[in-house]
C-alpha cells in the first residue's frame, strides 16, 4: 500500500505539506518530517514539535462517499498505533478518540483533516505525532504530556515503529473496510481510558458508558443516554 514515502528535514507541517501538494502524490503516500516548525494539533492547537520523535502524515485517497468514514478512520489509526506500541513493551492506552497515553500523560495525537474534490475523489490526510526519543517535554507541557524515553528510560527504533505502524495498518485495512468500526470494537474498549469515568465533554460533565458501534462515545447525562462522536473531552481522575 504504501510506495511513496517523502522524508523531509524542515516543514512546517506535515499536514499543510500534504494538504498543498496532494494533486501531485499518489494515494497512500506518506510524509515524514524531522522537524516541524508549525505543527498542528486538533481544535487549532499547535502541536510542540520534540527532538527525536515521529512526525508523519498519511495521504489516503478515496471515493467521496466513503469520506464518512474519517471517524471511524482515526480510531483505526489510534488503535493501530496502540497495539504497535504494547507490540514494542509499551504499555499504553487509547483515550477517545485517538490519543495515546502512557502512564496517564499523552505520547501521541492524531489529527485527521479531509481535503479537497477532483472527480468524485477526497482524501483524509491522518497526521501522526508520536513523542518517541526526547528526553523531557518543555516546562509548559509537562504535566499532560511526555515522551516513550521518559517513561521507559530508554531509546526506540523510530524506523521500526514507522515501519510496524504502517504495515499493520494495512493489514487490518480490509477488515476495516469490511467491517468497519466494529471488528476492532472489543479491543479498543480494552484499551479505552475513558470508560467508566466521569469525563468532561465539551466542558459538560457525563459519566462515560460505552464505545458504540462506530465509535461512539455513550454517555450518561442527568439519567439520559447522549452519544457524542466528536468534540474535547477531558476525564476527571
Ligand atoms: C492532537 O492530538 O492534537 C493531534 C496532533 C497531531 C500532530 C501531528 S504531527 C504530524 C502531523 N502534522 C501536523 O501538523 N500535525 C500532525
Redesign the pocket.
Known sequence: LFKEFIYLNEV?????YVKQNQQYLPNATVVY?ER?T??????S?R?VDLDKG????ILLKLLLLDLEKIVPFTLFTGLVINRVLRKHGVESFIKWS??IYLNGK?V????SELSGEVEGFGSIII???INVNAKSVPEEIKDIATTLKAETLHDFDRTRLIIDILKEFERELSNFEKYGFSYFRDEYKSFCINLGKEILVNGERMLCKDIGKNGELVCEKDGKIVEISSGEVTIRF
Open positions: 512546517d507541517s506535515t499536514n499543510a518530517a516541524q508549525q505543527g498542528r494539533g486538533r481544535f492547537r502541536w515521529i512526525k508523519m502524515s485517538n490519543d499523552k501521541c495525537g492524531i489529527l497526521g501522526i505525532g
